[in-house]
């Protein structure tokens, strides 16, 4: 019985990663740019909802093929995380060297491809002759939502970009509008995805009301509007919608939340979908894994690590299931070097191929979303503490609703050290997610734990990514004083 559900998940999981690659399989960036609009872009194109289903799909390619490296990169730049070989030079935290500067400028092109596509089925929904005014504005609404990820992915990293949109899509000068500006656009986007999109996604891995409420959440509390971040988290918790899946090992955890023939949880609000397919896999278990764990199938490159003595491991609570995802492996680093098996995948068909898909946003991350964004309105109070125990219970395999003797209590927390505990918290629960960087440099102590857990003072041009040459040579609206400090 358990072989054939593992089996009807899988196909379930081809089935549909299949569908997200129509109109969106391509050789390269370049031949994307020259060839798509031969196909995709013509007089004849988006009219049908078998056109919008296929531009809609193919919005989440570069999206899905970039989001792996993009947490990788993230990772190394923590307090916690190690990066190998070409990757090492992040572990200075002295900005990008001319190798890792051209890594940034693909994830610059793959976001931006992303955007494009979406700015094509913004535009084109309005004016097609056969959908429903409904069916226009689910496709409206799924590629704002679409857009407004990945700006914010953009403006986090790279701070003002150019702002790409649907209104000026033909136009190949485009200024670098400031950060406030592409705040602004997110949110205008967000406002229209919150408002059109279903309450139940259509398909797994289709963003849904409580994807852009959460969203909003995280950007509000980027932006410090903490009652916004507080109202639209609160509207996620009340709807009733999702609950953390109950662990009780290491394994459960791995399989449950993150399995590679997953299908979705109660707590995924919204993930990018992979596939056992060469070449629509998630990467970053080949990344991750060292051979000698037998976690990955293809052994694993191991690029990116961790190493015990450094207090951020040290100090981590034993008996923590997410600690256990961490394995000593001695691969020539020495002896407290570790590696992280939170993406198991023993069937994967290639090295391109593993099936596990890559959260953007889990209840867990929402809940510590609204504790944060709580307490600094209302102060500690019993509903954000509750907030974050249920997150801290499930942690030691406890069930996440009922009382513990492992609670944070509220006669005994400040507030101050109630926003240490949550910004650890996230730190613990989101590793390998892309978010702990991000929570860092937004709270304003990227130099403190970064010298606390590895004894380094961090340059000023490494908290923004350099915008690509290729930008500032072809784009005449821009200018070599465009670039961001220090490159």
């Known amino acids: 019985m358990n072989v054939f559900k593992n089996y009807k998940k899988l196909n379930s999981k081809i089935l549909f990663t299949g569908l997200l690659m129509v109109g969106g399989i391509v050789s390269s960036c370049n031949s994307l740019l020259e060839e798509e609009p031969k196909t995709i872009v013509s007089e004849n194109f988006y009219q049908s909802k078998s056109d ?39 572990n200075d935290f002295d900005g990008f060297n001319p190798t890792n500067m051209n890594a940034a400028a693909e994830r610059w092109n793959s976001f931006y491809q992303g955007i494009r596509n979406a700015n094509l089925v913004i535009e084109k929904a309005p004016l097609s002759e056969l959908l429903t ?14 857009r407004a990820l990945t700006y914010f992915d953009l403006v986090r990293n790279w701070g003002g970009v150019p702002l790409r949109t649907d209104l000026n899509s033909n136009d190949k000068d485009v200024p670098k509008s400031s950060e406030e500006d592409v705040y602004a656009f997110i949110l205008a ?12 996604a259509t398909a797994p891995g289709r963003p849904t009301l409580w994807a852009a409420k959460t969203l909003l959440a995280d950007v509000y509390l980027q932006l410090e509007e903490f009652e916004m971040a507080k109202t639209k988290a609160q509207e996620v918790i009340d709807s009733g919608e999702f609950q953390l899946v109950e662990i009780t090992s290491v394994d459960d955890l791995r399989e449950k939340i993150f399995g590679a023939t997953l299908i979705s949880s109660s707590e995924e609000v919204f993930s990018f979908k992979f596939t056992r397919q060469t070449g629509q896999g998630n990467g970053l278990p080949w990344i991750l894994n060292h051979p000698s764990t037998g976690l990955y199938n293809f052994g694993g490159a191991y690029a990116h690590y961790g190493d015990a003595t450094n207090p951020f491991y040290k100090e981590w609570e034993d008996g923590d299931l997410r600690k256990e995802l961490w394995q000593l492996v001695d691969f020539g680093l020495g002896d407290s070097t570790i590696v992280n ?9 290639d090295n391109t191929g ?37 997150v801290h219970r499930r942690a030691f395999g406890l069930e996440p609703m009922v009382e513990s003797e492992k609670d944070y209590v509220l006669t005994t927390i400040t507030l101050e050290d109630f926003l240490d505990l949550i910004l650890q918290e996230k730190a613990y629960e989101t590793q390998f997610e892309g978010k702990r960087w991000l929570d860092l440099k937004r709270t304003g102590r990227a130099e403190e734990f970064v010298m606390k857990n ?27 004083s465009d670039q961001n400090p220090g490159y």
């Open 52 to 90: 919008f289903d296929a531009a809609t799909n193919a919005i989440y390619f570069p999206l899905r093929m970039v989001r792996s490296e993009q947490v990788a990169v993230l990772s190394a730049h923590t307090d916690w995380g190690y990066g190998r070989g070409s990757r090492a030079q992040y």
């Open 133 to 146: 005014r409904d069916e226009m504005n689910s496709y409206h609404a799924e590629a704002k939502f679409l």
């Open 189 to 200: 986007d967000l406002a229209d995805a919150e408002e059109n999109l279903p309450t139940v």
């Open 341 to 349: 098996g939170k993406y198991a995948e023993p069937q994967a068909v």
């Open 354 to 390: 593993a099936g596990n898909d890559l959260p953007i946003y889990r209840y867990s991350e929402l809940l510590l979303i609204y504790a944060e964004a709580s307490a600094r309105v209302d102060g500690v109070t019993e509903a954000n503490l509750e907030a974050v125990n249920q």
């Open 454 to 480: 590895k004894g380094i003072s961090i340059s000023e041009k490494h908290y923004l990514w350099p915008i690509p040459l290729e930008e500032l040579n072809f784009n005449e609206a821009m200018s070599a």
